[in-house]
């Protein structure tokens, strides 16, 4: 493994080892001496065209406790901003000798198409509505804990489908894991020609969240992205809360085991209500404390081991 | 000729042709006589921690704690210390999937921590240990239990307690295989062709 661009390029096999070891890495979360030596001697340069507060600290965190060298660089405040293109900034940094590139973008498929101009590797933290594969991965470990082993669990996937990569990177992931996976939208946040594919990879759609809710095991609330909202997608923030919010009626209809995600930024009072999001179900804090055991695992089976990047 | 050579003929094989060298009851009472000694050179049970370093090392340090028990009639803590990730040689193997560490309840702080080990030979696990035991908190003192020591040392480090030692050569494997894990308590000698560690 060199680059984790898409959570298809990994087998089941390579799925669960990340995960396990993310098991032992959380460990050193609790420890008072939170480092771990592995890494030293490596750079990486956490480098983020877009916002992000989650993801960038605990790449950074995963970084720094593993021992490396981690350095931001944001779009805004870089020669990026001054006209440099993508391509020369790249070679730039890789001229420096880094040994990492932890990539967030606005367009889908940049990460991969940096693989193609340097020798580091590259970790995809987001590219577009294409991906977000080490989110997908926290996601996996947190229901896992709650859970046991994701085999024939039922998992829904409720909200924005159409501009969500942290969907299409779940949709894989849970698939994978031998997960059943219903995808609940209304017509207009579907993606576009999803019929062939939720076909072929098995995904039932709904437009019933009601109906679904008591047969879930896990049900995932995406972001309501207000910034890719100017296309009318449905008529009012509230009527979308009515029909596709977990609100507090609805946290009933869920089975006493079934667990709540949100890959975050929450939404409060649109796709979750702050009842389901403070529930004693709600998984939204443990994901975000997996976040970094599972950042260090990625870290660590891909700066490490034969032929690893120099 | 070392006695362990000497032994050679009357011992049986097992299965892969490997030369049986410890067998179920010289394990146990290896691992009696090993903790008497711990008890001795502790001057009583006060303040024992043992740490197994995964694998084998862990149901070692649950015996060793039995026997302990059997002897003192006291319950010495046991943990477990994972070195994956201090390993000096991660970038020139494949990736190893990393085990949990587990402190026992009252730390390590202050302390006498016993590492156990299966075999000891270029001790550079028991280095790692060193640096992973750091991490975890300051013991008082810090020593070293094997079931076999193989010789071949590559860094400055000796055992305090060892079960056995076996005077091999570099290419000769050393095996061992416990209940908990391999179904049958032995240790077992066997020349790999040509592959070693």
Known sequence: MKHLLSIADLSREEILEILDTAVSMHEVQHRDVKK???????????????????TRSSFEIAGKWLSADT???????????????????VKTIDAMGVDMMIVRHMAS?????????????????GDGTHEHPSQ?????????????DLEGR??????????????RSNVLCLTTLGAKVTLVAPATLMPAGIGPWAAREGLEISHDLDAVLPTVDAVMMLRVQRERMSGGYFPTAREYAVTYGLTKDRLGLLPDHAVICHPGPMNRGLEISGDAADAAQSLVLDQVSAGVAVRMSILYHLLSGEGSAA | MCP??????????????????????????????????????NKGSEGLVLMGIPTRGVPLARRLSEALHDVEGVDIPVGTLDITMYRDDLRSQPVRAMERSEVPDGGVDGKVVVLVDDVLYSGRTVRAALDSLADLGRPRAVRLAVLVDRGHRELPIRADYVGKNLPTAHAERVSVRLAESDGADEVVISTPGGEGR
């Open chain 1, 36 to 54: 771990l030596p592995t890494l030293r001697g490596r750079t990486i340069i956490n480098f983020f065209f877009e916002d992000s507060t989650r």
């Open chain 1, 71 to 89: 350095i931001n660089l944001t779009g805004k405040g870089t020669s990026v901003s001054k006209g440099e293109s993508l391509r020369d900034t």
């Open chain 1, 109 to 125: 498929g940049a990460p991969a198409q940096i693989a193609q101009w340097t020798r580091c590797s590259i970790v995809n933290a």
């Open chain 1, 136 to 148: 997908a991965l926290l996601d996996a470990y947190t229901m896992r804990q709650r859970l046991g």
């Open chain 1, 154 to 167: 039922h998992v829904a996937l409720v909200g924005d489908l159409t501009h969500s990569r942290v969907f």
């Open chain 2, 4 to 41: 362990a050579r000497d032994q050679a003929p009357q011992r049986a094989t097992d299965e892969t042709g490997g030369r049986v060298v410890l067998a179920q009851a010289e394990i146990a009472r290896a691992l009696r006589r090993i903790a008497h000694e711990i008890l001795e050179g």
